[in-house]
């Protein structure tokens, strides 16, 4: 990476102070771009789910385990809760959707519940042996006496065909049929998950991230406090296959003694750990033996960091700095927060980060964990928090007595409740995922870069004014 004025500026940058400078390319399709990553994780595609509450669920970590990414599941789950869910993503098909599912005796109500839960907008009724028998889709609902069974509107005529079948054939299957959803089948006539139009297309995209048994991956967070090694012994035997030490300060003594613990497990599996923003910061988590260093404070949606303390930095450069050093050590940087469009990722994979963390960017789709809640006019959204707000802090610390839970509210930081509307034209994570990737895609060939390692050697960085960036933006209204 260079900077078209052929140095670094002496102050530190953000994403909106840079842009990517078009090179001489023989990259001719978007698709022959590799976004797989080299830091060990398994990912295909550059983006890790943040270990945020209202984001980060197990239908979160299936669907972007199968588009080729990975979740962290957060730390206030108890390890019960976190083997569940890794039981579960673990067990999902490679292709295949994992559909909510309704009984004959269900309401109405209860169809309207459960459809949200998945961007398919549908949920399968099946019967008491697990076989589908009928569809309900939101339009199914509309005008419907809430306590009517779900037998009332059903659809019967649906696409059904093998779990095994080529996407491409369940995509000629739902080419001219008014629902877009296909129901797939076990060999023993059990629901085996479902296939939209759009994810048949996907699925020759995207290649999933697995593990070496050829399952999706997942990932999981700790803290720096209690018995570390214990609760990473614990995770790594549920199943994970990335763990993250996770705290908002990460160098300081407490982390660098918690990563030694673990490290020194052996436990076969990536170890991440921040978050800081220096070189120095970088060097000694690594030198403690994480071999992922997770940079960004302060700039994440949720967070109030650097205008409650002025702690932080921009952070395109702690990105810059941070891979520079891990990379004279053979390790890799995770660029956490400060993302709001494509552009950032890939701003951020062009200043070496290997893999991009976003957290409330995706807080507002349906796979998220929050219940989906409408405003007054109609328009859908679902609540994110961050995870030093008071909403986190009083989960985190409910079995503590009143006496501290109180001295520790008086330290909170961080948006306990946001509204994060649903794009209408993205509101599954697999849109933004398509929305996201398709940027990098261009990036690179606007670079001359076959995969990401050459967009970060051959991309040429410019500094410009809050005007430059101005001037980007679409104006589809007109001016």
Known sequence: MRFLEGHSPS??????????????????????????????????????????????????????????????????????????????????????????????????????????KRAHGAAVVVDAAGRPTGLVTDAATVGVDRFARVRDIALTDFVTAPLDTEPRRVFELLENRPVGVAVLTAPDGSLGGVLTRTGAVRAGIYSPSLDAAGRLRVAAAIGINGDVASKARTLAEAGIDVLVIDTAHGHQLKMIEAIKAVAALGLGIPLAAGNVVSAEGTRDLIGAGASIVKVGVGPGAMCTTRMMTGVGRPQFSAVLECASA?????????????????RDVALALAAGAANVMIGSWFAGTYESPGDLMFDRDGRPYKESFGMASKRAVAARTSADSGFDRARKALF?????????????????????????????????????????????????LGVQSSAGFAEGHPLPTGW
Request: include cysteine; charged fraction near 25%.
């Open 326 to 342: 891990a990379k004279e050590l053979g390790g890799h940087v995770w660029a956490d927060g400060g993302v709001r469009h494509p």
């Open 11 to 116: 102050y530190d940058l953000t994403y909106n102070d840079v842009f990517v400078v078009p090179n001489s390319s023989d990259v001719v399709s978007r698709f022959d771009v590799d976004l797989s990553t080299g830091d060990g994780t398994g990912t295909t595609i550059p983006v890790v789910v943040a270990n945020m509450t209202a984001v980060a669920g197990r239908r979160m970590a299936e669907t972007v385990a199968r588009r080729g990414g990975i979740v962290v599941i957060p730390q206030d789950l108890p390890v019960d809760a976190v083997r569940t869910t890794v039981e579960f993503v673990k067990s999902r098909d490679l292709v295949a959707d994992t559909p909510v599912t309704l009984t004959d005796d269900d309401s109405v109500s209860d169809a309207i519940a459960l459809i949200h």
């Open 412 to 460: 909170e930081e961080g948006i306990s409740s946001s509204r994060m509307a649903l794009d209408p034209d993205r509101g599954g994570v697999e849109d933004l995922l398509d929305h996201i990737t398709s940027g990098v895609r261009s990036t690179c060939t606007y670079v001359g870069a076959a995969n990401l390692a050459e967009l970060h050697e051959r991309v040429v």
